[in-house]
């Protein structure tokens, strides 16, 4: 995975999730599928095989960049501006 120049201004530590499934999700009846934690608010929202899309549509909305898995037992990190694992 290489570092990208969005990964330096991240919150240390990250931030805390704001909640524990995609609200979004829950507000329109959805299942979400894989959820992602934004690393710059907390916000939790479900990938890209969803159909929603809620933690892109969070980014389009927000700019902001990364995200991470907030899969048990997975930690990898994504930017949507460099798109690469970072």
Do not use: I, K
Request: glycine share 6%; charged share 15%; aromatic share 6%.
């Amino acid at each position: 995975m290489s570092e990208c120049p969005h990964v330096p201004d991240l919150p240390r530590p990250e931030p805390a999730p704001l909640d524990v499934t995609c609200p979004e999700c829950l507000a329109v009846g959805s299942h979400p599928v894989q959820l992602r934690l934004c690393l710059v608010c907390g916000h939790v929202g479900c990938c890209d095989s969803s159909p929603y899309r809620h933690a892109s549509g969070h980014f389009e909305t927000t700019g902001h960049a990364v995200m991470r898995s907030f899969e048990p037992g997975e930690s990898w990190r994504w930017c949507f501006v460099d798109l690469h694992l970072v």
